[in-house]
Protein backbone atom coordinates (compact mmCIF):
# COMPACT_ATOMS: atom_id res chain seq x y z
CA UNK A 1 0.00 0.00 0.00
CA UNK A 2 3.01 2.38 1.02
CA UNK A 3 3.51 2.17 -3.05
CA UNK A 4 0.00 3.57 -4.21
CA UNK A 5 1.01 6.89 -4.71
CA UNK A 6 3.34 5.88 -7.42
CA UNK A 7 1.13 4.16 -9.03
CA UNK A 8 -1.01 7.23 -9.19
CA UNK A 9 1.83 9.46 -10.72
CA UNK A 10 2.31 6.71 -12.86
CA UNK A 11 -1.30 6.72 -14.24
CA UNK A 12 -1.81 10.01 -14.40
CA UNK A 13 1.15 10.66 -16.37
CA UNK A 14 0.29 7.95 -18.90
CA UNK A 15 -2.97 8.99 -19.06
CA UNK A 16 -1.96 12.62 -19.75
CA UNK A 17 0.51 11.37 -22.50
CA UNK A 18 -2.45 9.50 -24.32
CA UNK A 19 -4.51 12.68 -24.20
CA UNK A 20 -1.83 14.65 -25.60
CA UNK A 21 -1.30 12.42 -28.65
CA UNK A 22 -4.90 11.88 -29.19
CA UNK A 23 -6.12 13.17 -32.33
CA UNK A 24 -2.64 14.70 -33.70
CA UNK A 25 -1.56 11.89 -36.10
CA UNK A 26 0.05 14.91 -38.69
CA UNK A 27 -1.03 12.35 -41.51
CA UNK A 28 -4.47 12.14 -40.24
CA UNK A 29 -4.57 15.95 -39.99
CA UNK A 30 -2.76 16.78 -43.35
CA UNK A 31 -5.85 14.69 -44.81
CA UNK A 32 -8.63 16.30 -43.31
CA UNK A 33 -6.67 19.56 -44.50
CA UNK A 34 -6.78 18.35 -48.16
CA UNK A 35 -10.41 16.98 -48.18
CA UNK A 36 -12.12 19.08 -45.44
CA UNK A 37 -13.72 21.71 -48.48
CA UNK A 38 -14.73 18.54 -50.35
CA UNK A 39 -16.28 16.81 -47.72
CA UNK A 40 -18.61 19.91 -46.76
CA UNK A 41 -19.49 20.87 -50.68
CA UNK A 42 -20.33 17.30 -50.99
CA UNK A 43 -22.75 17.37 -47.70
CA UNK A 44 -24.64 20.48 -48.96
CA UNK A 45 -25.06 18.79 -52.30
CA UNK A 46 -26.09 15.25 -51.34
CA UNK A 47 -26.70 15.30 -47.48
CA UNK A 48 -23.68 12.83 -46.55
CA UNK A 49 -22.14 13.92 -42.96
CA UNK A 50 -18.93 15.70 -43.78
CA UNK A 51 -17.44 13.72 -40.55
CA UNK A 52 -18.89 10.82 -41.48
CA UNK A 53 -17.56 11.25 -45.32
CA UNK A 54 -14.16 12.05 -43.91
CA UNK A 55 -13.80 9.27 -41.01
CA UNK A 56 -14.73 6.86 -43.56
CA UNK A 57 -12.09 8.33 -46.12
CA UNK A 58 -9.33 8.33 -43.14
CA UNK A 59 -10.05 4.57 -42.38
CA UNK A 60 -11.00 3.13 -45.82
CA UNK A 61 -7.78 5.01 -47.42
CA UNK A 62 -5.11 4.93 -44.67
CA UNK A 63 -4.94 8.45 -44.73
CA UNK A 64 -4.79 8.54 -48.35
CA UNK A 65 -2.08 5.68 -48.07
CA UNK A 66 -3.79 2.76 -48.98
CA UNK A 67 -1.82 0.47 -51.85
CA UNK A 68 -5.70 0.59 -53.42
CA UNK A 69 -5.59 5.15 -52.88
CA UNK A 70 -2.66 5.25 -53.96
CA UNK A 71 -2.95 3.23 -57.21
CA UNK A 72 -7.01 3.80 -58.38
CA UNK A 73 -7.55 7.25 -56.13
CA UNK A 74 -10.23 5.01 -54.52
CA UNK A 75 -10.60 6.69 -50.56
CA UNK A 76 -13.70 4.50 -49.62
CA UNK A 77 -13.40 0.90 -50.92
CA UNK A 78 -16.23 1.02 -53.09
CA UNK A 79 -15.92 -2.48 -55.31
CA UNK A 80 -17.06 -1.91 -59.65
CA UNK A 81 -21.08 -3.43 -59.04
CA UNK A 82 -23.15 -4.33 -62.26
CA UNK A 83 -23.43 -0.69 -62.51
CA UNK A 84 -20.01 0.64 -62.74
CA UNK A 85 -18.81 1.96 -66.34
CA UNK A 86 -15.52 2.90 -65.57
CA UNK A 87 -11.89 1.74 -65.03
CA UNK A 88 -11.52 -0.87 -62.27
CA UNK A 89 -8.29 -2.66 -60.65
CA UNK A 90 -8.31 -5.84 -59.01
CA UNK A 91 -7.09 -6.08 -55.10
CA UNK A 92 -7.77 -9.05 -52.46
CA UNK A 93 -10.23 -8.02 -49.78
CA UNK A 94 -13.32 -10.41 -48.58
CA UNK A 95 -12.41 -12.45 -51.36
CA UNK A 96 -9.50 -12.73 -53.57
CA UNK A 97 -9.33 -10.52 -56.86
CA UNK A 98 -12.21 -8.36 -56.35
CA UNK A 99 -12.96 -5.82 -58.66
CA UNK A 100 -12.87 -2.21 -57.30
CA UNK A 101 -13.43 1.38 -58.77
CA UNK A 102 -10.38 3.58 -60.15
CA UNK A 103 -10.73 7.46 -59.84
CA UNK A 104 -9.44 10.18 -62.01
CA UNK A 105 -8.69 11.58 -58.42
CA UNK A 106 -9.59 12.12 -55.23
CA UNK A 107 -12.12 14.65 -55.49
CA UNK A 108 -14.36 12.40 -57.78
CA UNK A 109 -14.07 9.79 -55.52
CA UNK A 110 -15.49 11.69 -52.79
CA UNK A 111 -18.75 12.48 -54.95
CA UNK A 112 -19.34 8.90 -56.06
CA UNK A 113 -19.14 7.73 -52.77
CA UNK A 114 -22.07 10.71 -52.23
CA UNK A 115 -23.88 9.13 -55.22
CA UNK A 116 -23.54 5.61 -54.25
CA UNK A 117 -24.92 6.16 -50.72
CA UNK A 118 -27.56 8.42 -51.96
CA UNK A 119 -29.02 6.37 -54.80
CA UNK A 120 -29.45 2.55 -53.26
CA UNK A 121 -32.52 1.95 -51.74
CA UNK A 122 -30.95 0.74 -48.65
CA UNK A 123 -29.20 3.06 -47.73
CA UNK A 124 -32.06 5.56 -48.09
CA UNK A 125 -32.95 4.93 -44.12
CA UNK A 126 -30.08 7.12 -43.01
CA UNK A 127 -30.74 10.06 -44.68
CA UNK A 128 -33.66 10.51 -41.89
CA UNK A 129 -31.11 10.97 -39.55
CA UNK A 130 -29.68 14.25 -38.32
CA UNK A 131 -26.47 15.00 -39.54
CA UNK A 132 -25.20 15.52 -36.50
CA UNK A 133 -25.83 12.33 -35.01
CA UNK A 134 -22.77 10.89 -36.70
CA UNK A 135 -22.88 7.57 -34.11
CA UNK A 136 -26.52 6.79 -35.51
CA UNK A 137 -24.83 7.51 -38.94
CA UNK A 138 -22.01 5.06 -38.25
CA UNK A 139 -24.50 1.83 -37.34
CA UNK A 140 -26.31 2.41 -39.93
CA UNK A 141 -23.86 2.17 -42.44
CA UNK A 142 -22.90 -1.16 -40.51
CA UNK A 143 -26.63 -2.38 -40.61
CA UNK A 144 -27.05 -1.72 -44.31
CA UNK A 145 -23.84 -3.72 -45.15
CA UNK A 146 -21.14 -1.06 -46.27
CA UNK A 147 -18.82 -2.94 -44.57
CA UNK A 148 -17.82 -6.59 -42.98
CA UNK A 149 -15.78 -5.28 -40.27
CA UNK A 150 -17.84 -5.89 -37.00
CA UNK A 151 -16.24 -3.04 -35.15
CA UNK A 152 -16.38 -0.83 -38.32
CA UNK A 153 -19.00 1.75 -36.65
CA UNK A 154 -16.37 1.94 -33.25
CA UNK A 155 -13.52 2.91 -35.38
CA UNK A 156 -15.88 5.62 -37.72
CA UNK A 157 -16.86 6.90 -34.06
CA UNK A 158 -14.16 6.92 -32.88
CA UNK A 159 -12.24 9.24 -35.65
CA UNK A 160 -14.61 11.75 -35.69
CA UNK A 161 -14.20 12.03 -31.90
CA UNK A 162 -10.36 11.94 -32.00
CA UNK A 163 -10.79 14.95 -34.37
CA UNK A 164 -13.37 17.27 -33.61
CA UNK A 165 -15.03 15.99 -37.14
CA UNK A 166 -18.06 16.85 -35.86
CA UNK A 167 -17.45 20.45 -36.39
CA UNK A 168 -16.80 20.26 -40.22
CA UNK A 169 -20.71 19.23 -40.21
CA UNK A 170 -21.63 21.69 -37.90
CA UNK A 171 -19.53 24.28 -40.41
CA UNK A 172 -21.71 22.68 -43.55
CA UNK A 173 -24.21 23.68 -42.00
CA UNK A 174 -23.87 26.89 -41.02
CA UNK A 175 -22.43 27.99 -44.51
CA UNK A 176 -25.98 26.49 -46.02
CA UNK A 177 -27.79 28.09 -43.71
CA UNK A 178 -26.24 32.14 -44.35
CA UNK A 179 -26.32 30.86 -48.17
CA UNK A 180 -30.17 30.16 -47.84
CA UNK A 181 -30.39 33.73 -45.67
CA UNK A 182 -28.64 35.23 -48.39
CA UNK A 183 -30.85 34.28 -50.83
CA UNK A 184 -33.42 35.28 -49.65
CA UNK A 185 -32.54 38.30 -48.97
CA UNK A 186 -30.90 38.94 -52.16
CA UNK A 187 -33.99 36.76 -54.43
CA UNK A 188 -36.28 38.53 -57.14
CA UNK A 189 -38.93 35.84 -56.85
CA UNK A 190 -39.98 35.35 -60.28
CA UNK A 191 -43.99 35.98 -60.77
CA UNK A 192 -45.38 34.21 -63.74
CA UNK A 193 -46.75 36.24 -66.50
CA UNK A 194 -50.45 34.11 -67.25
CA UNK A 195 -53.17 35.94 -69.24
CA UNK A 196 -56.82 34.56 -69.38
CA UNK A 197 -56.38 33.04 -73.28
CA UNK A 198 -53.23 30.83 -71.73
CA UNK A 199 -56.01 29.17 -69.15
CA UNK A 200 -56.45 25.60 -69.40
CA UNK A 201 -56.98 22.39 -67.75
CA UNK A 202 -53.37 22.66 -66.95
CA UNK A 203 -53.43 25.98 -66.23
CA UNK A 204 -55.31 27.70 -63.44
CA UNK A 205 -55.75 31.41 -64.15
CA UNK A 206 -56.78 33.67 -60.64
CA UNK A 207 -57.23 37.30 -61.70
CA UNK A 208 -55.42 39.81 -59.22
CA UNK A 209 -57.23 41.28 -57.07
CA UNK A 210 -58.45 44.85 -57.28
CA UNK A 211 -56.73 47.58 -55.57
CA UNK A 212 -58.76 49.05 -52.73
CA UNK A 213 -60.15 52.36 -52.99
CA UNK A 214 -59.45 53.67 -49.53
CA UNK A 215 -55.67 54.12 -48.29
CA UNK A 216 -56.11 52.42 -44.67
CA UNK A 217 -52.79 51.39 -44.16
CA UNK A 218 -52.91 47.25 -44.43
CA UNK A 219 -52.79 44.94 -41.67
CA UNK A 220 -50.22 42.27 -40.86
CA UNK A 221 -53.27 39.86 -41.78
CA UNK A 222 -53.80 41.27 -44.79
CA UNK A 223 -50.58 41.09 -46.10
CA UNK A 224 -51.01 37.86 -45.36
CA UNK A 225 -53.71 37.02 -47.67
CA UNK A 226 -52.37 38.80 -50.20
CA UNK A 227 -49.24 36.71 -50.11
CA UNK A 228 -51.72 33.40 -50.28
CA UNK A 229 -53.46 35.06 -53.33
CA UNK A 230 -49.92 35.61 -55.16
CA UNK A 231 -49.18 31.80 -54.32
CA UNK A 232 -51.88 30.79 -56.06
CA UNK A 233 -51.67 32.73 -59.44
CA UNK A 234 -50.47 29.77 -60.62
CA UNK A 235 -50.92 26.31 -60.54
CA UNK A 236 -49.53 23.84 -62.60
CA UNK A 237 -51.16 19.87 -62.89
CA UNK A 238 -49.52 17.06 -63.87
CA UNK A 239 -51.05 15.49 -67.05
CA UNK A 240 -52.84 12.88 -66.77
CA UNK A 241 -50.92 9.09 -67.68
CA UNK A 242 -52.56 8.43 -71.07
CA UNK A 243 -51.14 4.76 -71.69
CA UNK A 244 -53.57 2.58 -72.42
CA UNK A 245 -52.41 -0.80 -71.93
CA UNK A 246 -54.31 -4.09 -73.33
CA UNK A 247 -54.19 -7.51 -71.85
CA UNK A 248 -51.78 -6.72 -69.04
CA UNK A 249 -51.23 -10.10 -67.27
CA UNK A 250 -47.80 -9.23 -65.75
CA UNK A 251 -49.21 -8.39 -62.50
CA UNK A 252 -49.10 -11.76 -59.80
CA UNK A 253 -50.43 -11.84 -56.70
CA UNK A 254 -48.13 -11.28 -54.03
CA UNK A 255 -47.05 -14.61 -52.47
CA UNK A 256 -47.19 -14.98 -48.94
CA UNK A 257 -44.33 -16.49 -46.59
CA UNK A 258 -43.07 -16.94 -42.78
CA UNK A 259 -40.97 -14.07 -41.78
CA UNK A 260 -37.30 -15.17 -41.45
CA UNK A 261 -35.61 -18.68 -42.36
CA UNK A 262 -38.32 -21.46 -43.10
CA UNK A 263 -37.87 -24.85 -44.86
CA UNK A 264 -38.46 -25.69 -48.97
CA UNK A 265 -37.47 -28.67 -50.44
CA UNK A 266 -35.71 -29.46 -46.65
CA UNK A 267 -33.61 -26.47 -47.71
CA UNK A 268 -33.32 -23.36 -45.50
CA UNK A 269 -34.85 -20.27 -47.10
CA UNK A 270 -36.43 -16.52 -46.39
CA UNK A 271 -38.41 -14.17 -48.56
CA UNK A 272 -36.41 -11.10 -49.36
CA UNK A 273 -37.64 -7.75 -50.48
CA UNK A 274 -37.02 -5.91 -53.45
CA UNK A 275 -34.01 -2.99 -52.61
CA UNK A 276 -32.20 -5.35 -49.35
CA UNK A 277 -28.73 -5.43 -49.87
CA UNK A 278 -27.10 -8.77 -50.11
CA UNK A 279 -24.42 -8.07 -48.43
CA UNK A 280 -26.60 -7.56 -45.67
CA UNK A 281 -28.45 -11.05 -45.95
CA UNK A 282 -25.51 -12.73 -46.09
CA UNK A 283 -23.54 -11.43 -42.85
CA UNK A 284 -27.01 -11.34 -41.09
CA UNK A 285 -27.25 -15.39 -41.97
CA UNK A 286 -23.35 -16.05 -41.67
CA UNK A 287 -22.56 -17.05 -45.19
CA UNK A 288 -20.07 -15.49 -47.48
CA UNK A 289 -21.75 -12.95 -49.74
CA UNK A 290 -20.46 -15.46 -53.05
CA UNK A 291 -22.13 -18.81 -51.51
CA UNK A 292 -25.59 -16.50 -51.40
CA UNK A 293 -24.80 -15.77 -54.87
CA UNK A 294 -23.90 -19.15 -56.31
CA UNK A 295 -26.79 -20.97 -53.94
CA UNK A 296 -29.39 -19.08 -55.45
CA UNK A 297 -27.69 -19.06 -59.16
CA UNK A 298 -27.97 -15.01 -59.63
CA UNK A 299 -25.37 -12.48 -60.87
CA UNK A 300 -23.20 -10.87 -58.93
CA UNK A 301 -25.81 -7.51 -57.83
CA UNK A 302 -25.41 -5.32 -55.25
CA UNK A 303 -29.29 -4.93 -54.12
CA UNK A 304 -31.93 -6.99 -54.61
CA UNK A 305 -33.83 -6.09 -57.79
CA UNK A 306 -37.22 -7.86 -56.74
CA UNK A 307 -38.63 -9.69 -54.03
CA UNK A 308 -37.90 -12.91 -54.16
CA UNK A 309 -36.88 -16.51 -52.34
CA UNK A 310 -33.61 -16.57 -51.19
CA UNK A 311 -31.66 -20.32 -49.98
CA UNK A 312 -29.28 -20.09 -47.58
CA UNK A 313 -27.80 -23.60 -48.67
CA UNK A 314 -27.26 -25.06 -52.19
CA UNK A 315 -30.56 -26.33 -54.29
CA UNK A 316 -30.98 -29.63 -54.41
CA UNK A 317 -31.32 -32.00 -58.00
CA UNK A 318 -34.67 -32.87 -57.15
CA UNK A 319 -38.08 -31.47 -56.17
CA UNK A 320 -39.91 -32.10 -53.11
CA UNK A 321 -43.11 -32.89 -55.38
CA UNK A 322 -43.37 -34.67 -58.52
CA UNK A 323 -44.55 -31.76 -60.74
CA UNK A 324 -45.13 -27.79 -61.39
CA UNK A 325 -47.84 -26.29 -63.17
CA UNK A 326 -46.74 -23.28 -64.81
CA UNK A 327 -48.80 -19.92 -63.92
CA UNK A 328 -48.84 -16.75 -65.50
CA UNK A 329 -45.86 -15.21 -66.32
CA UNK A 330 -44.05 -17.60 -64.18
CA UNK A 331 -40.14 -18.11 -66.06
CA UNK A 332 -38.42 -21.60 -65.35
CA UNK A 333 -36.12 -19.71 -63.04
CA UNK A 334 -39.15 -18.85 -60.62
CA UNK A 335 -39.52 -22.19 -60.29
CA UNK A 336 -36.12 -23.12 -59.50
CA UNK A 337 -36.33 -20.85 -56.58
CA UNK A 338 -40.18 -21.84 -55.53
CA UNK A 339 -39.35 -25.29 -55.62
CA UNK A 340 -36.06 -25.43 -53.95
CA UNK A 341 -34.04 -27.40 -57.07
CA UNK A 342 -31.20 -26.63 -59.43
CA UNK A 343 -32.03 -24.55 -62.88
CA UNK A 344 -30.55 -27.01 -64.86
CA UNK A 345 -32.18 -30.03 -63.66
CA UNK A 346 -35.04 -28.37 -64.42
CA UNK A 347 -34.08 -28.07 -67.74
CA UNK A 348 -32.67 -31.33 -68.08
CA UNK A 349 -35.98 -33.14 -66.83
CA UNK A 350 -38.33 -31.17 -69.06
CA UNK A 351 -35.94 -30.77 -72.26
CA UNK A 352 -35.98 -27.09 -71.94
CA UNK A 353 -33.35 -25.40 -74.01
CA UNK A 354 -31.59 -22.05 -72.32
CA UNK A 355 -33.25 -18.98 -73.44
CA UNK A 356 -36.98 -20.68 -73.92
CA UNK A 357 -39.90 -20.61 -70.91
CA UNK A 358 -42.52 -23.21 -70.35
CA UNK A 359 -46.22 -21.99 -70.71
CA UNK A 360 -49.32 -21.19 -68.79
CA UNK A 361 -50.81 -24.12 -67.29
CA UNK A 362 -47.32 -26.93 -68.47
CA UNK A 363 -46.59 -29.85 -65.70
CA UNK A 364 -42.46 -29.16 -65.41
CA UNK A 365 -41.45 -32.21 -63.66
CA UNK A 366 -38.84 -31.79 -60.64
CA UNK A 367 -38.01 -35.58 -60.21
CA UNK A 368 -37.59 -37.40 -63.23
CA UNK A 369 -37.66 -36.92 -67.33
CA UNK A 370 -40.95 -35.44 -68.73
CA UNK A 371 -42.68 -38.07 -70.90
CA UNK A 372 -43.68 -35.77 -73.33
CA UNK A 373 -41.71 -32.14 -74.54
CA UNK A 374 -43.25 -29.28 -73.40
CA UNK A 375 -44.82 -26.49 -75.20
CA UNK A 376 -42.20 -23.13 -74.94
CA UNK A 377 -42.46 -19.36 -75.49
CA UNK A 378 -39.66 -17.89 -76.50
CA UNK A 379 -37.98 -15.47 -72.91
CA UNK A 380 -38.47 -12.26 -75.10
CA UNK A 381 -42.21 -12.86 -76.17
CA UNK A 382 -44.31 -9.66 -74.77
CA UNK A 383 -46.48 -10.51 -71.67
CA UNK A 384 -48.68 -7.42 -72.98
CA UNK A 385 -49.31 -4.61 -75.43
CA UNK A 386 -49.56 -0.84 -74.81
CA UNK A 387 -50.88 2.04 -76.52
CA UNK A 388 -50.32 5.44 -76.23
CA UNK A 389 -51.99 8.42 -77.62
Known sequence: MKYWWLACIFFSFTHITIAQNTGNNPKVLAYIAQYKAIAI???????????????????????GESKLCLQSN??????????????????????????????????????????????????????????????????GLKKAGYATNPRYPERIIQIINEYNLNEITLLALQQSSTNAASNVLTATPAIPEVTPSQASNDIKFVAPPSQPTNTTPATEKDEEEDEEVIEEIVTITPKKDTTLTVNDTSKQATPSYPQGVFMINGLKVIYAEAGTSMLAIAQQHNIAYKKLIEFNELPELDILEKSQLLFLEKKKKVGAQTIHIVVANETIEDIAQKEGILLQSLLDFNRIPKGRQPVTGEKIYLKGNSPTTPKLIEATTAKNTTTTS
Open 41 to 63: AEMQRTGVPAAIKLAQGIFESNN
Open 74 to 139: NHFGIKCKNDWQGDRTYHDDDARGECFRVYANGEHSYRDHSDFLKTRPHYAFLFQIPPTDYEAWAY
